[in-house]
């Protein structure tokens, strides 16, 4: 059974940085397409970016230049180094995975079937 945990969430000031880090356990990490994604209050679900088992990435169009994701298939991890936020930024921020992977981009959350329990951002002006 695959599990994810995110870590790393805070409170920080517009303009600062944080760096999220999601630890997978159970399964294939290294065959699986992994996403981050946030929700705000009373908004869907957004698309933050996604990373293939290959190395592909896409990152949506709001935080493209600011947020950078890695990811390390020897310790089963997927991190996202969120640089400049904003306070539109704030969100509780999910890492999900795609178990069945794939090689196209998969920007919606239900293209993904394991997520996270979400760690909270919180950026203040």
């Known amino acids: 059974q695959v599990q994810l945990v995110e870590s790393g969430g805070g409170l920080v000031q517009a303009g600062g940085s944080l760096r999220l880090s999601c630890a997978a356990s159970g399964g294939t990490f290294s065959r699986y397409v992994m996403g981050w994604f946030r929700q705000a209050p009373g908004k869907e679900r957004e698309f933050v970016g996604m990373?293939?088992?290959?190395?592909?990435?896409y990152y949506a169009d709001s935080v493209k230049g600011r947020f950078t994701g890695s990811r390390d298939n020897a310790a089963n991890t997927v991190d996202l180094q969120m640089n400049s936020l904003k306070p539109e930024d704030t969100a509780v921020y999910c890492c999900a995975a795609r178990t069945r992977g794939g090689s196209i981009l998969y920007s919606s959350p239900s293209e993904y079937d394991v997520w996270g329990q979400g760690t909270q951002v919180t950026v203040s002006s």
């Open positions: 990373f293939g088992p290959r190395g592909a990435t």
